[in-house]
């Protein structure tokens, strides 16, 4: 069953020719592969370009290895990367005349020196390179240092619940409570039983991102880092900071982990794409804050697969699939802070602050959300709207809800809608 990509197909097609490398990146396993040599070289089949001039090249293929005298053993024991000039030697014999070809390479940081072979072929006019990359330096997010400023990275997410439902064959109802429990990784979506899709999510988390991270950065207490995971895992949607992630591991796990450890944890796991992180803003003060910020995982379903699937909020899941949503349509997502100064009954100025979940921002445009996961009576919305009646200017303010109702707005011009018709219309919030 093909599960369509086309937001990200339609990303490479926009930049063919650019004379820029295109760089696919993500968390593996989540279609960048796909994506590039069965979706986009489709295209390029269907757009008329001849299979003679469409060189693809997998760096962990044993048989594309072989291709150029390599061996994907022989790599693995000396521990080394693809020679460049047996590769440069193979697509030499490609290239026979001065017509546009296109390089699609697969898991290119297993190439010695790519930066140097990438570069190289962005000198040539007939050349048009796209790539993807699952660890390494692939995965950190310097691309354009990388690629000497010329590189244009495409950055890919799991399923969106949109893409989930293309292939889901029960109701949307359903079908959200299925993508919040395990998530949107393709080769998981595509399982059959409950079983099958947790045991592949243990799976790749024990096999895969684990053992990548590991390897990438030389980690020596592999156990203190993934109790850090767990904790993580469990504090979704909450706000910490290394200094309050030590004083836990402390109370929890007698351990005397540093906090400058932790925080070079928190950039391995945000390196590898498995989290995110989402900074405080001060919406009055036009500035941001550093610390705390809240942490959302790329993909649900590896999360809830971290703790064993014991641990299920409704409320923080419904949080993290909207802030993963948001950031797939290309909004930058902050934490909204409001601060307040109020008078008690005897006149005592008390200074608090306000939450808004989200203050979304895509070139000229702002959003301000907060997700509700219910609204049962006036009193919870009251308390929901409290911190957008408070901020002076005229961006729209917007609430999502697991409730089914329609689309509407109230006498202060605040949107209310349900969560499926947000994360079924990409235009939604526009309207």
């Known amino acids: 069953m093909e599960i369509r990509r086309d937001f990200y197909l339609d990303k490479l097609i926009k930049r063919k020719n650019n004379g820029l490398i295109k760089v696919i990146t993500g968390i593996r396993r ?29 760096f962990d293929s044993a048989d594309d290895l072989y291709l150029i005298g390599e061996s994907l053993i022989g790599i693995e024991k000396e521990k080394r990367g693809v020679d460049p000039e047996k590769f440069m030697a193979y697509v030499r014999t490609k290239v026979v005349d001065d017509e546009m070809y296109y390089l ?16 190289g072929y962005l000198r040539k006019d007939n050349m048009d390179v796209f790539v993807t990359g699952s660890n390494a330096k692939l995965l950190s997010k310097d691309i354009a240092t990388e690629f000497a400023g010329r590189g244009d990275e495409v950055h890919m997410y799991p399923l969106s619940f949109a893409e989930f439902m293309s292939v889901y064959e029960g109701d949307k109802y359903m079908g959200l409570s299925e993508y919040m429990l395990y998530g949107g ?24 991102y684990i053992q990548d991270i590991f390897r990438r950065n030389r980690v020596r207490n592999i156990g203190e880092m993934e109790d850090l995971l767990n904790i993580l895992s469990s504090a979704i949607g909450s706000l910490t900071n290394p200094e309050k992630l030590k004083n836990t591991f402390r109370t929890v796990k007698k351990s005397k982990i540093t906090s400058n450890t932790i925080k070079k944890y928190l950039d391995y796991f945000e390196d590898s794409f498995l989290i995110e992180s989402a900074q405080r803003y001060d919406i009055k003060g036009k500035a941001y804050i550093e610390t705390p910020k809240k942490y959302y995982f790329s993909d649900l379903g590896l999360r809830n697969a971290r703790i064993n699937f014991r641990q299920f909020e409704q409320t923080h899941s419904m949080e993290n699939v909207i802030y993963n949503e948001l950031r797939m349509r290309g909004y930058r997502v902050d934490v909204g802070v409001v601060p307040i100064a109020e008078k008690d009954q005897n006149g005592k100025v008390t200074r608090k602050q306000l939450e808004v979940d989200f203050v979304c921002n895509l070139g000229s445009s702002r959003y301000y959300i907060q997700s509700a996961y219910t609204l049962p009576d006036e009193a919870k919305r009251t308390q929901e709207i409290r911190p957008f009646r408070k901020i002076d200017d005229s961006f729209r303010k917007i609430i999502i809800t697991r409730d089914i109702v329609p689309m509407h707005y109230d006498e202060y011009g605040i949107l209310t809608v349900n969560i499926y018709d947000f994360l079924l219309d990409p235009k939604c919030l526009e309207k």
């Open 104 to 119: 699609l390479l697969d898991e290119i940081q297993m190439l010695d020196c790519f930066e140097a072979v990438l570069n």
């Open 30 to 58: 989540c279609g960048k592969s796909y994506l590039l040599n069965n979706l986009f070289y489709h295209h390029l089949l269907d757009s008329g370009v001849d299979t003679s001039h469409i060189i693809r090249f997998a």
């Open 185 to 208: 990784i393709p080769l998981v979506v595509l399982r059959d039983g409950a079983n099958d899709k947790a045991a592949a999510l243990q799976n790749l988390f024990s096999e895969i």
